[in-house]
């Protein structure tokens, strides 16, 4: 939310809460995705009718907003006042233990749908600004937070060397007008996510910045992923087996890193190959069935109080 519409948040608080307290009347639990807003909205509304409250860290509210001078309080009255804060990855738990936060905390890890991502031929290839092209993508929000300007500083040294690469930026964000300006970059704005497989099936590198369900998403696929160097997704990855792992702020190290891949077509396959066979291992039948378990779980101690 931008500053200039601040004034707009306590009506739009106030608007889910009155519609969280309605349709908490017939439910067993109350399960509520991101901390900030919805995870706080689910604390108001137990308030009212003492149900309990499961809430979801799902990125930037453990990451960001945790460490805001201000929606730190609403976090922290969050994660106290809810009766389990579920998280994507183990690195989440650190980052809030480290912040001072407590609450019971439990991991299901982030999944991949292997039954729309995975490996096969895609129509973009044969786009004509693709075609031919040795083609690097990332996948994600144009902004500085999630090492765009790392990989399109990287890109502009690359390209000089290598004028047939192109560099597919799927989003949005506010990043986009400065990349607009750099030869080779291609801007596809916000695309559906069923058709997100066809733009990691047409790439032949993927850049996943700090690394996040793309990054998994990517692996299933089989694409080569460059990864900047951030401990996100550590229980998966492995440097030079399941991807290559740039340090945050190497632009020379990912330079590096696209000359590699750019020059070896056997390991951008084996690295691809590893991947996918890692990144299966995340289904999300198997998200599914912890999620359902820790929510009966929460709904049946709830019952016996």
């Known amino acids: 939310m931008k500053k200039r519409d601040l004034w707009r948040l306590p009506s739009f608080l106030l608007g889910m809460l009155r519609k969280t307290v309605e349709v908490a009347k017939g439910s067993d639990v109350l399960l ?4 900030v807003p919805s995870g706080f909205v689910a604390t108001l509304a137990k308030l009212r ?8 860290g799902m990125g930037s509210d453990v990451y960001h907003l945790s460490a805001h001078r201000i929606y730190k309080h609403l976090v922290r009255y969050t994660l106290t006042h809810s009766d389990l804060c579920l998280l994507n990855y183990p690195y989440m738990r650190e980052i809030l ?21 995975y490996p096969k031929k ?6 004509e600004d693709l075609k031919g092209k040795f083609v690097i993508l990332y996948v994600g929000n144009l902004s500085e937070e999630k090492g765009v300007p790392q990989i399109l500083e990287a890109f502009r040294r690359f390209s000089s060397r290598h004028p047939e690469a192109r560099l597919v930026l799927v989003g949005r964000g506010p990043l986009a007008k400065h990349a607009s300006s750099i030869p080779g970059v291609i801007l596809e704005g916000a695309v559906e996510h069923h058709r997100i497989p066809d733009y990691m099936n047409a790439a032949d590198v993927v850049y996943s910045g700090l690394g996040g369900v793309a990054t998994l998403e990517s692996m299933a696929c089989a694409r080569p992923t460059i990864v900047l160097g951030y401990p996100y997704l550590k229980h998966i990855l492995r440097d030079g087996e399941t991807c290559i792992l740039v340090k945050v702020g190497d ?12 020059t070896d077509e056997n390991l951008r396959k084996r690295l691809g190959n590893a991947a996918r066979k890692a990144a299966l291992s995340y289904s999300v039948d198997q998200r599914l069935t912890e999620l359902s378990s820790a929510l009966r779980s929460l709904a049946q101690a709830a019952r016996q109080e």
């Open 122 to 127: 895609s129509p973009l290839k044969n786009r």
């Open 97 to 117: 233990h480290q912040r001072g936060f407590k609450a019971k905390f439990q991991v299901i890890p982030a999944s991949v749908d292997a039954e729309l991502f």
């Open 251 to 262: 632009v020379n190290g990912l330079v590096d890193a696209l000359e590699r891949l750019y």
């Open 32 to 35: 509520a995705y991101w901390i």
């Open 49 to 56: 009718r003492h149900k309990p409250v499961a809430v979801f």
